[in-house]
């Protein structure tokens, strides 16, 4: 917006005129008692970063405006602000209790599922509670221009023991040269999960993953004739 007046013949608004050090800057301008609303025809005008327009203008004896040259300085931005989530958040995690924490690549507004943070040197954070199961978390990242920069994480919480292995499907070898295979038939134990042996006597551990049908074995765990071994089941969460 320029204001304009002139005592004399009045102010000739068709020679209002803006120009950058690179040129003419072509705009549009609506008058109304003295003041000139204008902007650029083109929205790519100026390029990106620091820009300093000027103004001049003549009255109807084309009479330049005796004030000097005012002139306006600002900064273009086209570029979104980059938002990341750092670190990495677990996918999975059996802690109800989350800190979220990350940084944006400019002064910005930050929010997290809508909620706005703190940021501090361009750092952000966010604590929350996790619910069972799926947590769905988008980081919005809002410059000065307008222009939104996002970042997603998805984290599940899963606080739910896997149920104990079928003791009447588990089966232990004789012990042949000071150890023993273990073997869990079909059914027995919940798929994916992590099988641990351990000789209560000894402490000796072997460790296998489940098979999809259910079945795992342990080969060659060391142990003696009577000792006792337990069988327990452990998930992606912990």
Do not use: K, Y
Not at 27 to 51: K, R
Not at 124 to 129: K, L, Q
Not at 221 to 236: H, K, Q
């Amino acid at each position: 917006v320029v204001e304009s007046a002139d005592a004399g013949v009045g102010v000739d608004f068709a020679s209002l005129r803006f120009f950058t050090t690179s040129g003419d800057v072509p705009v549009s301008c609506a008058h109304v008692d003295g003041l000139s609303t204008c902007e650029p025809l083109s929205p790519e005008a100026f390029p990106e970063g620091p820009a300093t327009v000027f103004v001049q203008v003549s009255d109807h004896a084309d009479v330049p405006n005796s004030s000097g040259t005012p002139s306006v300085s600002f900064r273009v931005v086209r570029t979104p602000p980059i938002v990341t989530i750092d670190p990495v958040p677990p996918a999975l995690t059996n802690m109800r209790d989350l800190s979220l924490g990350g940084f944006v690549s400019e002064e910005s507004q930050v929010s997290v599922n809508g909620t706005p943070v703190a940021v501090t040197d361009l750092r952000w954070s966010f604590g929350a509670v996790l619910s069972e199961g799926p947590n769905e978390f988008v980081v919005t990242a809002l410059n000065c221009s307008g222009l939104i920069g996002t970042a997603a994480a998805t984290i599940r919480l899963d606080t739910v023991a896997p149920p104990a292995v079928e003791a009447g499907l588990v089966f232990i070898s004789e012990v042949t040269g000071g150890l023993v295979d273990v073997r869990g038939e079909p059914s027995s134990s919940e798929p994916g999960t992590t099988v641990t042996v351990r000789n209560e006597r000894s402490g000796a551990v072997a460790t296998t993953l489940v098979r999809a049908d259910g079945s795992w074995e342990v080969i060659g765990l060391i142990a003696e004739s009577g000792d006792p071994i337990s069988v327990f089941l452990t998930d992606a969460a912990g």
